[in-house]
């Protein structure tokens, strides 16, 4: 409810750019502090003038009152005396006037000669009754003003008059001018200093914010949540100190972290991930496709970077499970196979068949009919002994599709006598196991094709007797180049 109140009070406040309000917010407090502070300043100097000119008047006016030529002119109501004495003193000191009276509080000196000789006026009783000093603000002869008032004491301690220092609330008011003027001034700068700073702060919030609103912010925080948790693969990230930042589903699964993913944020990477080398050592170099152990998970890892600008934030790691990529591309690699099986299979087909068409059109029936039992009898025969000395169908498939296609590639597979597979290696499935055949066969049929020498026979032997299952292929293409040879076996190397 009040969000709603609030959402109606400042539509307009509510329409602007963020690093807009935050500006205006900023500003609006600086006023606020500004003003406080003014204030503040202003009412202590208001306490120490006043505080300053009480002192200063009461102190003049018992340095008066004490003066031994104004108690004897006084005694004497001695008016000219009064008047030499007062005005020189009063050049000396800075206030505005002195007005000095006997023990009935007749004016004996007065800056105003007419007024000598008339009552002094008392709002306040005490320095001729009871002898004391005080201080009063008001409306005097002369005008508004500050007064102190002191009796004067002859030598026998006896109240014998009164001496009264006045500052007019003017020259009071022009100090404080004084004061007052060049303060405002600082206050305006520091004020316009706040300004241009709250300025260069919302600017810098909207560089950081990369010019979004937090709505949209919000938006694309909860778009790559979702993102982060939907991908298949692993995702880390890691900040420079190796913290962890962001872990997604996928990857808590495949470590084995049951836990929420929250849990996991500002943990050290080394206390999740054992070894965590990959994810902290020199994390500004871009790695792609670098096989890892992940807490005993084989797995295919990749490491990007994270910057703004120059300024290194991080690194974010993807990895996949080596099993499934494996499993994945054998799978494909079989497909192919198949495939390119197919192909050549309709390809001889449609030969033998043209082959057929052409005989039966010049009436050859007698030689129709041996074509027919002799292709017959040939893929009979290769289709028996496939079956009979290799247990796994989709192995003997294989290199049925594989005879094929040396021979519609103008080559001839051999497959060496004695030849058998009745079980397959113990962690390899029939896909598996047909895509590495099928790979060796495919590097023997290319090798074959880039060399006019030999006589282009592939032969394959493939045993199981023994321990250990013998892969052989032999052709008599280029070989593999020297340079190659000692890199043969090492990742991401190909012929």
């Known amino acids: 409810m009040s969000y709603q109140k609030n959402k109606k009070l400042f539509p307009f406040f509510r329409q602007l750019a963020f690093p807009l309000r935050i500006f205006l917010l900023i500003l609006v407090v600086s006023v606020f502090i500004v003003a406080a502070l003014a204030q503040y300043l202003s009412a202590s100097f208001e306490d120490y003038l006043a505080s300053h000119v009480r002192d200063m008047a009461m102190n003049q006016a018992k340095i008066i009152a004490s003066n031994d030529s104004i108690i004897a002119a006084v005694k004497n109501r001695d008016y000219k005396r009064l008047a030499i004495i007062a005005n020189k003193l009063q050049r000396g000191m800075d206030f505005d006037y002195v007005v000095i009276g006997d023990r009935h509080s007749i004016r004996l000196y007065h800056p105003n000669p007419e007024k000598i000789g008339y009552p002094m006026q008392f709002t306040k009783p005490g320095a001729l009754e009871r002898g004391e000093s005080y ?49 405002a001034g600082v206050f305006v700068l520091l004020l316009v200093v706040l300004m241009l700073l709250s300025w260069f702060f919302a600017a810098h919030i909207r560089r950081q914010m990369l010019g979004m609103e937090p709505k949209q912010i919000a938006r694309v925080v909860r778009q790559q949540e979702a993102l982060f ?3 298949y693969e692993g995702l880390i990230a890691v900040d420079p100190e190796g913290h962890i930042t962001a872990i997604n589903r996928s990857a808590r699964k495949m470590l084995g972290l049951p836990s929420p ?22 994390i500004a170099e871009r790695r792609q496709d670098v096989m890892a152990n992940f807490n005993g998970l084989s797995v295919i890892a990749n490491r990007e970077a994270i910057r703004s600008g120059e300024e290194l934030l991080g690194a974010i790691i993807s990895f996949r499970s080596k099993d499934e990529i494996a499993t994945l591309n054998a799978q494909l690699t079989q497909i192919k196979q198949y495939v390119e099986s197919l192909r050549t299979l309709r390809h001889e087909h449609l030969n033998w068949m043209s082959t057929l068409n052409g005989l039966l059109q010049m009436k050859e029936y007698d030689r129709v009919r041996e074509m027919v039992q002799g292709e017959s009898q040939a893929q009979q025969q290769l289709i028996d002994s496939l079956r009979g000395a290799f247990a796994d169908r989709q192995v003997a498939g294989l290199l049925f599709g594989k005879v094929q296609r040396a021979r519609e590639l103008g080559l001839k597979m051999v497959i060496v006598p ?13 896909t598996e196991f047909a895509a590495i055949v099928g790979n060796l066969l495919d590097n023997a049929f290319e090798a074959s094709l880039r060399t006019q020498e030999g006589d282009n026979t592939i ?28 890199k043969i076996f090492e990742q991401g190397v190909s012929t």
């Open 261 to 282: 993913g929250r849990q996991w944020l500002g943990k050290l990477i080394a206390e999740v991930v054992n070894p965590a080398d990959f994810f902290t050592c020199q």
């Open 418 to 430: 004695g030849s058998q597979l009745h079980q397959l290696p113990e962690g390899l499935d029939s």
């Open 135 to 183: 201080f009063i603000t008001g409306k005097g002869s002369i005008g508004m003003a500050m007064r102190a008032k002191t009796p004067i004491f002859d030598n026998k301690g006896n109240v014998i008059g009164v001496v009264s220092i006045g500052y007019l609330v003017s020259k009071i008011d022009s100090w404080r001018l004084d004061f007052l003027l060049p303060m």
């Open 229 to 231: 948790s939907s991908v």
């Open 459 to 486: 032969e394959l032997f493939l045993s199981d007797e023994g321990d250990e299952v013998v892969i052989e292929v032999a052709d008599q293409g280029c070989g593999v180049p020297e340079a190659l040879r000692e």
